[in-house]
């Protein structure tokens, strides 16, 4: 009898010590779930809100100028558009990567079969958010040519925050601001006027300050061979006789061509008679820029670095 009284006492007492675990069990789930809950970002942006998960894993990106951020911060991506992968970032070609598609037109389906976590784009898919937002989260990164490096920082600030990288962020853009200040010093006091057009298939187009290229005025601080140039996405239509007649110290040429997978063709198309009579061309001061950071990528922490060494060389 004493046996079996001591069996239920043992029986008894497991019970019980079973029934305070799982007290302590629920109990701590609404620890768990705060923590879930401290684990998700909202992101403002141009077409609303959004909310994701902090480190997502499974990441696609349709703005090089990101993908060469993440790149830079050594986070892995899932998904790229590999129509046209600027060379520096080449290795994104590869088969590691899922091909979504090129710039302007994204392949939704292979989207929608990776499952991403979050889907970053910008201006070139703007009227595309909603497609892409019906997939998954989606964040609309932009810059703002008017307020260029604060745009961009804030971006890379964004992106700091997503992924908790705050402080190679803080870091890289330390070393950002030193440059450009160091160029904008020498541009200044170089006083030279620059003119910036882009040559696409025999056609040319002319930036200004405050425009897609004005970096070079606004934040490089060459001074504009012509302060009055019309500021839109594609640049003011211009003739040769304009580019003799404004005669720039220094003639920045972009090559959309190139960028896109065509032939380079610029130098046939700026090198004539005509603009062979500025001091641009006397001074050999023609510097056709990398079309791939500056029409494909930039807005990034390795774009903008490359941006800066370019306008420094021209000095």
């Known amino acids: ?28 789930e ?8 401290a684990e998700k970002i909202t992101i403002e942006h141009k ?85 892409f937002a019906e997939i998954a989260p989606t964040v609309f990164v932009e810059l703002d040519y008017t307020k260029y490096m604060e745009s961009f920082e804030k971006n890379m600030n964004l992106v700091a925050d997503i992924f908790d990288k705050k402080e190679e962020v803080a870091s890289s853009l330390d070393e950002i601001n030193t440059t450009v200040e160091e160029v904008n010093k020498k541009a200044s006091e170089n006083g030279k006027k620059g003119l910036i057009v882009l040559a696409n298939e025999g056609k040319v187009s002319a930036y200004g300050p405050s425009s897609r290229f004005g970096i070079i005025h606004d934040v490089y601080g060459f001074g504009a061979a012509d302060e009055k140039i019309e500021v839109s996405t594609h640049g003011q239509s211009i003739t040769m006789e304009y580019i003799m007649e404004t005669n720039p ?33 006397k001074e050999d001061k023609i510097i056709y820029l990398d079309p791939d950071t500056w029409y494909l ?4 922490l390795k774009s903008v670095k490359l941006m800066a060494e370019e306008i420094e060389a021209a000095l």
């Open 1 to 28: 009898m004493k046996k079996w009284s001591f069996l239920v006492l043992v029986v008894s007492m497991i019970l019980l010590l079973a029934a305070c675990g799982s007290k302590e069990e629920s109990k701590a």
């Open 30 to 37: 609404p620890a768990d779930a705060k923590t879930a809950a």
């Open 47 to 131: 077409y609303g809100k959004v909310e994701i998960d902090k480190k997502p894993e499974k990441v696609v990106v349709f703005d090089f100028g990101i993908l060469d951020t993440l790149d830079e911060l050594g986070v892995e991506v899932t998904g790229v558009p590999q129509a046209a992968i600027p060379p520096y970032l080449e290795k994104y070609a590869g088969e590691k990567y899922t091909n979504v598609g090129s710039l302007k037109e994204p392949d939704f389906e292979a989207i929608h079969a990776m499952q991403p976590d979050v889907i970053f784009i910008s201006g070139r898919q703007a009227e595309l958010y909603d497609q």
């Open 249 to 281: 110290d220094v003639l920045f040429v972009i090559d959309r061509n190139t960028a896109v997978g065509g032939e380079a063709g610029a130098e046939k198309v700026i090198e004539n008679e005509l603009v062979k009579k500025t001091t641009a061309f």
């Open 297 to 300: 990528s930039g807005g990034g």
